[in-house]
């Protein structure tokens, strides 16, 4: 079976080639295909999988290209992951928007709608590719942001493509952990948007064990999110949000803590890895330890604002596994097998969420299985959240049609409309802003 990666010689793909070599089943990949516009960055990554697969007979074999059409025909599955403008790229979409007084998070806000218009033009070129060229393969897409791309893609190529987030896995993982239980047979209630949703329940053997959390204190504040929202607030809710949540609820504090702060985010990463792939440029480096080195520091130091704003302190070890490359393999495997399983994934509505219609990508749990991902049934949403959904998914739709049009107006209401920005001269400078450091933003008119 072969594997597609768009985005080859971006930081994390050794860990999905990590994850593959664990496979011996009958039906896994035998072949990953890298493709990347940077030829150098190819080459680096080539060379940290190649010693991650040293002594291993029957590693996937890797071949590069810089070449589009090449690496998507033949392709069983497509995994996107390409970050549109780089990283010098994420840290002008930071930077525009905290100059303006508000965050500059690459999926949240400001720097997630400047985001979402460079990389929904490509995407949407990639999505015609690929029904073109390998109209039987399965995409699984990572590109940020998440579910907005998806959707994006969606139009082009249906169900087909499937969008796949981290950190619903590891929100659920940590409840339930803190409970007692054993993630592998809980049951996750969680819903959503990418990068906005909330737990609302956690069953195991048919008992919903959230209430039992929700009441004691001592166990909120004991992990992740506890720290990060207060337990107070988890009670008031009566839900656990997802960590990107804590943008919109202490937003004040956080744009704050962005602003004070040495660096941005996107520009700690654009320097880090700069620095990772400068030294992969020695044919005597390391490549497989300089990775690992990088990609530590580079967890370690994961939503750090957010934790300082907070007082959360610093992470826990066992949050620097990360685990997309799991949900991605777990994914590939239901499908090419037909091992039926359950997963949190953005998939289309079809309505399940009878606030959006049919066609909007939602963060749901879906059964998976050869045909595909189908989202299952949920309550529906709180007054609070459902409001925050709506919005935000209104928000999404001006991004797709600003991107399909090239209208600058309308990305001018894409950002008012946000829950994050307060202002419509704030949105115009917005764009006056992107638009002048972003040369992939010169199709708004």
Same mark, same amino acid.
Not at 60 to 82: C, H, K, M, N, Q
Not at 175 to 184: C, E, H, Y
Not at 235 to 255: C, D, I, K, M, Q
Not at 292 to 299: H, L, V
């Given at each position: 079976m072969r594997l597609t990666i768009l985005g080859g010689g971006g930081f994390r793909v050794p860990l999905v080639y990590g994850?593959?070599?664990?496979?011996?089943?009958?039906?896994?990949?035998?072949?990953?295909?890298?493709?990347?516009?940077?030829?150098?960055?190819?080459?680096?990554?080539?060379?940290?999988?190649?010693?991650?697969?040293?002594?291993?007979?029957?590693?996937?074999?890797?071949?590069?290209?810089?070449?589009?059409?090449?690496?998507?025909?033949?392709?069983?599955?497509?995994?996107?992951?390409?970050?549109?403008?780089?990283?010098?790229?994420r840290a002008a979409d930071e930077r525009v928007a905290l100059d303006q007084g508000v965050l500059g998070q690459e999926t949240v806000g400001a720097g997630g709608i400047a985001y979402g218009l460079r990389t929904v033009p490509v995407a949407v070129d990639i999505a015609r590719r690929v029904a073109r060229l390998a109209p039987d393969a399965w995409v699984i897409n990572f590109t940020n942001p998440a579910g907005l791309v998806t959707e994006a893609m969606s139009r082009h190529l249906g169900d087909r493509v499937i969008g796949i987030c981290d950190s619903p896995v590891g929100l659920g993982r940590r409840?339930?952990?803190?409970?007692?239980?054993?993630?592998?047979e809980a049951w996750i209630d969680y819903v959503g948007l990418n990068h906005l949703g909330w737990v609302r329940g956690l069953r195991v053997a048919g008992r919903d064990e959230l209430p039992r959390l929700l009441a004691d204190p001592g166990l909120l504040g004991s992990f992740e999110e506890g720290k990060l929202f207060g337990p107070e607030w988890l009670?008031?809710?009566?839900?656990?949000?997802?960590?990107?949540?804590?943008?919109?609820?202490?937003?004040?504090?956080?744009?704050r803590a962005y602003q004070e702060a040495d660096k941005t985010r996107g520009a700690f990463l654009r320097d880090q890895q700069a620095r990772f792939y400068e030294e992969m440029k020695s044919p005597?480096?390391?490549?497989?330890?300089?990775?690992?080195?990088?990609?530590? $520091?580079? $967890?370690?130091?994961?939503?750090?604002?957010?934790?300082?704003?907070?007082?959360?302190? $610093?992470r826990d070890a066992d949050d620097l596994s990360g685990g997309y490359e799991k949900v991605a393999l777990a994914l590939m495997r239901a499908i090419a097998r037909d091992e039926r399983t359950t997963l949190i994934l953005n998939v289309r509505n079809?309505?399940?969420?009878?606030?959006?219609?049919?066609?909007?990508?939602?963060?749901?749990?879906?059964?998976?299985?050869?045909?595909?991902?189908?989202?299952?049934?949920v309550d529906p949403l709180a007054g609070h959240a459902a409001g925050l959904v709506c919005a935000v998914k209104a928000v999404e739709r001006e991004v797709l049609s600003a991107a399909e049009s090239g209208s600058r107006a309308t990305a001018v209401k894409a950002f008012a409309l946000h829950p994050l920005v307060d202002s419509v001269n704030v949105a115009r400078a917005l764009v006056e802003g992107y638009t002048a450091v972003h040369p992939g933003l010169a199709y708004l008119g």
């Open positions: 994850a593959l070599l664990g496979d011996r089943a009958e039906g896994r990949v035998t072949r990953v295909v890298l493709h990347d516009l940077d030829a150098g960055r190819l080459s680096a990554v080539a060379r940290v999988l190649a010693e991650q697969a040293a002594g291993d007979p029957d590693a996937p074999e890797v071949t590069v290209t810089t070449d589009l059409d090449e690496a998507l025909r033949g392709a069983d599955f497509v995994f996107s992951a390409i970050r549109v403008g780089g990283l010098e790229g409840i339930a952990k803190v409970l007692g239980a054993d993630p592998r009670r008031s809710l009566g839900a656990v949000p997802n960590e990107y949540l804590h943008y919109y609820y202490f937003n004040r504090e956080t744009v005597d480096a390391a490549a497989l330890t300089a990775w690992d080195r990088t990609r530590a $520091e580079r $967890e370690a130091t994961y939503m750090a604002e957010n934790r300082d704003a907070a007082g959360a302190g $610093e079809r309505g399940t969420l009878s606030v959006l219609d049919g066609e909007a990508v939602i963060e749901v749990p879906c059964l998976v299985d050869a045909n595909g991902a189908h989202p299952v049934t």
